[in-house]
């Protein structure tokens, strides 16, 4: 069974940054792709990260490159995203996430995701 506990959201004001946690059971972050879905009212549940097992691949969606660095730390089993230079946009409700399978690259549709964590980015 797999369990995300996300941590670490919160209010900010534009520009600032916050650090969100992930700590993760039930996989082995070396063989998963692990990653972040965000949702915001009235938008689609979009991917704005993700790292591969071996942590040798990244992806992020342009609205976000620059601005958010995911990380992992596989012998802690916790996933990390660092948001910089945060907009009123990147408010959202923020999904930890982890492919269905080994192996395999993480997709908003098909990815196993947590409970969520409220970011609020205040202008």
């Known amino acids: 069974q797999v369990q995300l506990v996300e941590s670490g959201g919160g209010l900010v004001q534009a520009g600032g940054s916050l650090r969100l946690s992930c700590v993760v059971s039930g996989r082995t972050l070396s063989l998963y792709a692990m990653g972040w879905l965000r949702q915001a009212p009235g938008k689609e549940r979009e991917l704005v990260a993700s790292?591969?097992?071996?942590?040798?691949?990244?992806y992020y969606p342009d609205s976000v490159k620059g601005r958010f660095t995911i990380s992992k730390d596989n012998a802690k089993s916790t996933v990390y995203l660092q948001m910089n230079s945060l907009k009123p946009e990147d408010t959202a409700v923020y999904y930890c996430?982890?492919?269905?399978?080994?192996?395999?690259?993480?997709?908003?549709?098909?990815?196993?995701w947590g409970q969520g964590t409220q970011v609020t980015v205040s202008s």
């Open positions: 996430a982890t492919s269905r399978a080994p192996y395999t690259t993480l997709r908003a549709d098909t990815a196993y």
């Open positions: 790292i591969s097992g071996n942590g040798g691949r990244t």
